[in-house]
């Protein structure tokens, strides 16, 4: 009964407040000058919110590269997935580490789609709208 209660509470305070479940599921396969990038290099998911970013999952790569993620949220206004992994596949010299950024839309719980990113040659990517390219070099 209680959680009925809760439940029905929950759910009148959620369409008042838009307070939606978002999901995303992405796949694909981050490749370096042609070759996997090392084996279990961890790819985490986040909403880029106002304040600080969520963290949503993490997960990692497998021996060819390939990864699979899935992050899920309550939001209240805007869900803005990306996914970001950290590696040392750019253009600079090997002291610099990177940690790339992409941005792909988000889907609504319950359609079950996955977005496919495909093979993506680190080396290669430049910032754009949806890929962001940061350097920690010392
Ligand atoms: C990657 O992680 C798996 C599971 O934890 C482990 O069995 C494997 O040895 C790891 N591989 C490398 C190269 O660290
Ligand atoms: C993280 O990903 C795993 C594997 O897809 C999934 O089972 C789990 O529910 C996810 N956790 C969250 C908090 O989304
Ligand atoms: C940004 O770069 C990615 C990877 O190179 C590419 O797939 C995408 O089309 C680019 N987006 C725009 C808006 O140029």
């Known amino acids: 009964m209680y959680s009925f209660l809760l439940f029905l509470g929950f759910g009148i305070v959620s369409q008042q407040f838009n307070f939606n479940k978002q999901e995303a ?6 490749l370096c000058r ?3 990038i090392p084996e279990n290099t961890t790819v985490t998911i986040w ?3 106002i304040i600080a970013d969520d963290k949503l999952n993490a997960t990692w790569t497998r021996k060819d590269g390939s990864f699979r ?9 805007s ?3 990306f996914i970001a992994v950290r590696h040392r596949c750019g253009q600079r010299p090997k002291l610099c580490k990177y940690e790339t950024r992409i941005w792909f839309p988000s889907s609504n719980y319950g359609e079950g ?5 495909g093979i993506i040659q680190l080396e290669r ?14």
């Open 25 to 30: 599921r992405v796949d694909g396969t981050f």
């Open 47 to 49: 909403d880029d919110a």
């Open 113 to 117: 789609v996955v977005h496919h990113l």
């Open 125 to 138: 990517l430049r910032n754009n709208e949806t890929v962001t390219i940061i350097e920690f070099c010392s």
């Open 69 to 77: 993620i899935y992050g899920r949220e309550f939001v209240f206004f």
């Open 79 to 81: 869900f803005k997935p």
């Open 34 to 36: 042609q070759k996997p």
